[in-house]
């Protein structure tokens, strides 16, 4: 869920990921695929690799590029119905940011009846976007942390 609420001059989004909360504070580091230099989110097979940081306090999380590069998200959706060349689907590829950002600042939301995480619109395009990357990151980051912890292993 995401709600746009007005902020000291700007207007900042809160995002609600159930697998977002699921990472547990640390550092996590997620293998992404990459396509002229952008992340791509839907995409199974990226000629390039690249590496993200998440890292997650009580009150706060960044998420930057290991190789310190700039930060661009592509969300990438296969829809039927839609050919390009060759008669394949074409995707629709939309940018979670206007332009790249050194790291993504998330603040967890505070006050009554608030949860979620808080972002300031500045940089992002779309609310349902960044909840996409951020609910990516999440399911992606938790299961990794599990993993690593041996938590479901029999």
Same mark, same amino acid.
């Given at each position: ?17 159930e ?28 000629? &390039? ?22 930060? &661009? ?15 394949? /689907? ?8 206007r332009?790249?950002?050194? /790291? ?15 972002v ?25 942390q /599990? ?8």
């Amino acid at each position: 869920m995401t709600v746009v609420t007005p902020g000291r001059g700007r207007t900042s989004i809160t995002i609600r990921s159930e697998a977002f909360e699921k990472i547990c504070c640390g550092t996590v580091t997620l293998s992404v695929p990459l396509c002229d230099d952008i992340v791509h989110i839907g995409v199974r097979d990226a000629p &390039q690799t690249g590496a993200l940081r998440v890292r997650k306090r009580p009150r706060s999380v960044t998420v930057d590029r290991v190789d310190g590069r700039p930060l &661009q998200v592509a969300i990438v959706d296969q829809r039927d119905g839609l050919t390009g060349s060759a008669g394949q /689907a074409a995707p629709l590829v939309s940018l979670v940011f206007r332009e790249p950002v050194q /790291a993504l600042e998330l603040r967890r939301c505070r006050g009554a009846g608030r949860r979620g995480w808080e972002v300031a619109t500045s940089a992002a395009t779309d609310a349902g976007q960044l909840q996409q990357f951020l609910d990516t990151v999440g399911a992606f980051g938790s299961a990794k942390q /599990a993993r690593a912890s041996g938590i479901g292993e029999d």
